[in-house]
């Protein structure tokens, strides 16, 4: 494909990136403000929702752990990927934070998570700039 070409496909490929990235985070943004109250998941009836939306995110959460041992073999090589994967653990700990400011507390495996996202990522990822 002639530099021209594979150009302008580079750019379409990015601005449909851009346009089509719009849904996860008007969803995160969603979920993050309006967490249980979130449409289809405050019913007790929506079980099924509320059960697919905890296994996406389930999903998500091993995508991430995948993610960071991806990153052990070459971390030279892979520090971006790292420092990346650790702000989207950042980010969701911030979210679960409001809504331990909003909600109230939650039982102490949330806490002991919020424990890793805000206090040992940050620190790891400080640690990460150093190398």
């Given at each position: 494909?002639?530099?021209?070409?594979?150009?302008?496909?580079r750019t379409v490929f990015r601005l449909a990136v851009f346009v089509l990235a719009f849904v996860p985070v008007s969803a995160g943004l969603a979920g993050t403000?309006?967490?249980?109250?979130?449409?289809?998941?405050?019913?007790?009836t929506e079980a099924v929702n509320l059960d697919s939306h905890i296994r996406y995110l389930s999903g998500l959460l091993l995508g991430i752990g995948l993610g960071f041992w991806s990153t052990v073999m070459r971390p030279a090589i892979r520090l971006d990927r790292f420092r990346l994967l650790a702000v989207i653990v950042i980010a969701g700990g911030a979210a679960r934070l409001l809504s331990l400011l909003l909600a109230g507390w939650p039982d102490a495996p949330h806490v002991a998570a919020l424990a890793m996202e805000l206090?040992?990522?940050?620190?790891?990822?400080?640690?990460?700039?150093?190398?």
């Open positions: 494909m002639p530099d021209g070409a594979a150009g302008r496909e403000l309006l967490g249980a109250g979130l449409p289809g998941l405050e019913a007790a206090v040992v990522t940050p620190a790891l990822l400080a640690w990460s700039m150093r190398l």
